[in-house]
């Protein structure tokens, strides 16, 4: 284990102490994944990118839970963002989510599954249309001493399906300046693969403001993880939203969240 | 060699380079006398690896004039065939009895060296195993290798809590608690006043949590409070004269459940809780089972502190 804590502990020192190189265009795979060229020529053909160490995507030193992974991503050193795609380079299902911030800044927290070891990426689009790329790895082979969601998923999910339970939290000395977001809803992300149980997932998220304009974006995709929780920030001041989920059998749930 | 490769294939890595440094897969088993014909042998404040081959928990017996009662098994065949060696160096005494403590692959997958003893647990303990057992052998198998050869689930049968054996340097009881899993049997000497605790004690070792419920296990810990033992064994850590690895397991615990309350009631995210660091200054391996403890319990703290 303790081999695989430095090669993750190096990889974040190298995030942030490489900030120098940034100005001009790095093509230079960070992690050295061997898919990087199938995903930039899958997901973003002939389009301009560069690797970006300013992104943070965190992850964890191992996977304990292959089924619940926690990634917090942050492009808030990107000026101008437009969409955060989120990807997984070894995965059944490469696209994990994607994010379009609006009124929030481009930085969110959320869980998702993995299969195996495999990079994530935070390709943030900017308003110039240009692609940065930020990079994590998940290790997926720790763990051992555990089988943790067994014998703990509750059978009477169906009762709860689409319960959203969220709250915001005010600005405080461990959430820096800004307004914080957090939301759950009960649903279970089932991706398709598992033996006759068909895909059932939530697709999208729209948060609007009470003047009924949408203000964030999300589009979610087979790896987050079942009964996700999600964290946004937003600067300014907390007001009432309305969170709004559809899933891919066209169901609807919605919740509003007051400050 | 790239990270991303070195990450895929750490694991091939570490066990061809281990396998070497294990001279024979020889696990180095030693008893320390803790109590007249009490033995301990004491487990690596560590976490699985292809180095220690799983060897990171404790085992003991006690020497009675019926035969050996072992509690706890180890991590692999190789480790039970090797503690028997061990035991058969210190006495001559059959194996009467064999117990595991809990559903937890370091503490039973030693069983199969003993097949031929009766081997027990508690009845919630054998349902587990009936469900996880394989997944967990698979799962210790994957963090260290061939260490594990050979081993399988052997399955235990159920045993009656209370008195196991008495005569007059021996009185012997089996308590089942909960708490650190969903049933965690100690082993009692009210004579000699040595407690078994298997893994409801931790001592200089971050405690562990996969299948914990904190308040339950607060609850046994008083327990072993009430018995006033004179010796407690941990099940991971050095044993120790009177209370003192029963508070530090007390103290870390409620460390752990107002850290995770108040992180949730700040509206924390998993990478912000798992920099801050428990205040015990001799415990190993703290952040590791921090970030294995959030992924245990965390998530449903942060759904109970939303709206
Ligand atoms: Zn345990």
Redesign the interface.
Known sequence: ?????C?AN??ILGLSISLTSLSQANTNDP????MWDYLKTKYIPNQSYQFDQRIIV?T??FA??AT?V?I?IDATAIPNVEKILVLADISPFQKVLEFTPGKFTPQL?F?MKVQ??T?VRAMVLTKSGVWHVGSG?I?A????????S??LADPAWQDYLGEI???W?SA?H??GEKQ?L???IIHPQDTGLADSIPAFFIEQLHIDNQQGNTIARLQLFEPVSENP?M?LEKLGTTETLTLHFRDNNGNEFTRQVKP | M???????I??TC?SLSMSSIGKQFDYQLQAKQVAKDTYVVVGKSE???SANGGNIANTGFVVTAQGVILFDTGPSLRYGTQLRTLIGKITDQPIQLVLNSHL???HFLGNGAFSDAPVHSSLKTIQ?LQ??GD??AT??Y??VGDWMRDTQVHMPTPIATGQIYSDQYHDIELIELEGHSTSDLMLYDRHTGVLFAGDLVFFNRAP?T??ATVPNWMTALSRINQLQPRIIVPGHGQPTDGLSAMQQTNDYLIWLAETLTDSAE???????V?QLQAPFEQMKLKA?EL??S???LY?DI??Q???
Do not use: W
Request: glycine letters at 8%; hydrophobic letters at 35%; proline letters at 6%.
């Open positions: 284990m303790k081999s695989h804590k090669i190096g990889f992690t050295d994944s061997p965190q964890p030193l304990e839970d619940q926690p917090t927290s869980s195996q070891a990079a790895l290790d082979s720790g763990g051992g001493c555990s089988a943790p067994i014998g339970r969220a709250r939290f405080n461990l959430t914080r957090k939301f759950h929780t964290t | 790239n990270i991303f490769a070195r990450s895929l750490g694991l570490l976490s699985f690896s937890h692959p370091d587990q469900v996880v997944d967990l799962g210790l994957d963090l562990t996969p299948h700040q509206g924390l995210h998993f990478h912000e798992k590791f970030e294995r959030l992924i245990h998530r942060e759904i502190h939303l709206y």
